[in-house]
Nanobody, 124 residues
Framework: QLQLVESGGGLVQPGGSLRLSCALS????????IGWFRQAPGKEREGVSC????????IYAASVKGRFTMSRDYDKNTVYLQMNSLKPEDTAVYYC?????????????????WGQGTQVTVSS
């Protein structure tokens, strides 16, 4: 069973930066797509970004494009989400997820494995 563990969340002031990490228990980055999602209290889950399983193509939600960057390190078997220019509306629990199909999608329903999440709070 593939396991994903997120880390790097915390409290940051508006305009600040955080880098989230998603460590995977198996070496599947060549095949699985990895997505980042977030859910704020009282709101539906939102797809934030995704990196494909077959190349380094990434896609981003309009709400984060230009501020967030997703990357992966094959040696460390870890995926990252660099978040810059953070806003209070970015406050949420952030999850990473893996899709065996490998395709690009911000729709969470197709993802097979999920982490436990890490809290990001943007507040002054």
């Amino acid at each position: 069973q593939l396991q994903l563990v997120e880390s790097g969340g915390g409290l940051v002031q508006p305009g600040g930066s955080l880098r989230l990490s998603c460590a995977l228990s198996q070496f599947i980055l060549d095949y699985y797509a990895i997505g980042w999602f977030r859910q704020a209290p009282g709101k539906e889950r939102e797809g934030v970004s995704c990196i494909g399983g077959h190349d380094d193509t990434t896609i981003y939600a309009a709400s984060v494009k230009g501020r967030f960057t997703m990357s992966r390190d094959y040696d460390k078997n870890t995926v990252y989400l660099q978040m810059n220019s953070l806003k209070p509306e970015d406050t949420a629990v952030y999850y990473c997820a893996a899709d065996a199909g490998g395709g690009l999608s911000l729709g969470g329903d197709i993802y097979d494995f999920w982490g436990q999440g890490t809290q990001v709070t943007v507040s002054s």
